[in-house]
């Protein structure tokens, strides 16, 4: 009776909205399809993410080699720059890859449906495929499409980012060139500071590189959408590398200064921009038919809620800055080793949630088809190498950063307090795993809207632990909040799933 009662409740249990999505767990290392597709899509994502900082990173070193001044100089305009295209970015790329995704998969299949009812069944080649189930064949019949059956497609998805990205990178490129004065006052060069010059010429001309940032974003969530990480990294690997080539030679050679370093990058990134076009103009036709299938109004709705989003987050994590400066130097400066550490870490985990917001945006067109199993299988598995990954970033942090600190800094009192930073950093992993695909899963089921609110009640509860535990406990205090941010992040996530609310209202039925 009792055993009974026992696997009568266990039997419950595993019918939870949320541990449906953690049943298989031994396939999670498994060479099954899934995995095989997730780590294509994973690893190019990465390697594209990673491409551009460490290309930054040798710009740095060239100037470097220019003087004090001018690294500062740079280092400022630089940050303008990223942090002006970040606004613009996240909401850009994440949107164009959901509706790409999602509107191409359709578009095949409707294709491929009407393809069925026209020719009879003698004129199919292969008989056996008519056997098959329903969801099987048709995924057979879109590998075909996807081997170039179709050379062309209209996506109307990619006009529309297209077309934002463009007027987008256009006023941002005005309004930086015009406020680039008043935008240095602001980050503490005066009027009087010898950063000021070189700080002003690199700033407006990286800005001329603006419009060509954004196209080349929207289009890498164009190729997202299409689950083809390949191409965007490959534009992006050669237009990094005619960078380094250019900045030797435009720096030193023509004694160009800084200057010659933002034309070398304006000049790459007009390239990556070139490659990218060209690929696209060879898959897509880029002019709709007419100006309703833009859906611009989509577009534009759906990206204000993540520049919601992007803005709640990126204050959390500004205030902490901010807070950390107000304790003195030493604690400002362990408090930046750790936070890049902590950023450079989920790079990692950014790759997994680019392939989680593509397989999910492609999984979710088979809700329409209510092929739940597929749908659970591709969510609960990028949920389990999720924590993987984050138990394995959390080992690899913690263990390195204790014997590496001394590479970032070795004044006593900063590794002092640094290694006060070091458990949270490195705890945190898993959590900040879990939270960065659960954001990625539900891009991909374009639920954005709950997205972006989550996110700003996330903040807002983040933000009093910021203040408060600053206030009593300093550093340590400002770590605890950080981490308090990052669980309340994937607890938003668990929260959706765990309900079976918005998109995943299959999970309670299933």
């Not at 294509?40 to 740095?60: C, E, Y």
């Not at 509107?103 to 009879?120: F, G, M, Q, R």
């Not at 309340?488 to 609310?501: E, F, K, Y």
């Amino acid at each position: 009776m009792v055993a009974d009662a026992v696997a009568y409740l266990w039997k419950k249990f595993k019918k939870i909205p949320l541990w449906v999505l953690f049943n298989d767990t031994r396939s999670v290392f498994s060479k099954d399809e899934l995995n095989l597709e997730i780590a294509k899509i994973a690893v190019s994502a990465t390697l594209g993410l990673m491409a551009d900082p460490i290309a930054s990173l040798i710009d740095t070193a060239f100037i470097g080699h220019l003087g004090p001044v001018e690294l500062a100089a740079v280092g400022v305009a630089i940050a303008i720059f990223n942090q002006a295209s970040k606004i613009a970015m996240f909401p850009l790329v994440s949107v164009t890859t959901s509706f790409v995704a999602e509107e191409d998969s359709a578009t095949s299949i409707n294709s491929i449906v009407d393809d069925i009812e026209l020719k009879p069944r003698s004129s199919l080649n292969n008989e056996k495929m008519l056997l098959l189930p329903k969801h099987e064949n048709m995924n057979k019949m879109l590998t075909n499409v996807d081997r170039g059956e179709h050379k062309r497609r209209h996506v109307s998805s990619a006009s529309s980012a297209l077309l934002i990205g463009a007027v987008l990178g256009l006023i941002q490129a005005f309004l930086l060139i015009v406020s680039a004065k008043p935008l240095l006052y602001y980050m503490g060069i005066k009027s009087d500071s010898p950063m000021l010059s070189p700080a002003y010429k690199y700033l407006t001309l990286r800005s001329l590189g603006a419009p060509a940032v954004l196209l080349s974003l929207a289009m890498q969530g164009v190729f997202r959408g299409f689950k083809d990480t390949k191409t965007p990294l490959y534009a992006i690997l050669i237009g990094d590398v005619v960078n380094i080539i250019l900045d030797p030679i435009l720096i030193f050679v023509f004694k160009m200064r800084v200057t010659g370093a933002a034309i070398a990058h304006v000049f790459s990134q007009y390239l990556i921009s070139v490659i990218l076009l060209r690929k696209l103009i060879q898959l897509v036709d880029l002019l709709p038919p007419n100006i309703k299938d833009l859906q611009l109004g989509r577009f534009l709705k759906n990206g204000f809620l993540l520049l919601v989003r992007v803005i709640a987050a990126t204050f959390c994590v500004t205030l902490a800055t901010s807070l950390s400066a107000r304790l003195g130097s030493t604690q400002m400066a362990a408090f930046q080793i750790c936070l890049q550490v902590w950023l450079a870490a989920s790079l990692l985990t950014d790759g997994l949630a680019v392939a989680g917001q593509v397989t999910t945006s492609l999984t979710f067109d088979a809700f329409a088809r209510q092929d739940y199993e597929n749908a659970k299988a591709t969510a609960g598995r990028l949920l389990h190498l999720s924590l993987a990954l984050g138990l394995v970033l959390s080992l690899i942090v913690g263990v390195g950063l204790t014997f590496s600190s001394r590479v970032f800094t070795k004044d006593i009192k900063v590794l002092q307090i640094l290694s006060l930073g070091i458990p949270f950093v490195a705890a945190t992993q898993p959590i900040n795993s879990l939270a960065f695909v659960f954001d990625g899963i539900h891009y991909g089921a374009s639920d954005f809207r709950y997205s972006a609110f989550s996110m700003v009640l996330v903040a807002l509860a983040s933000v009093v632990c910021l203040w408060l535990l600053s206030s009593y406990y300093g550093f340590v205090g400002i770590w605890v909040a950080l981490s308090i941010f990052m669980s309340l992040r994937a607890l938003a996530g668990v929260w959706r799933i765990g309900t079976a609310s918005g998109p995943w209202r299959f999970l309670s039925v299933y």
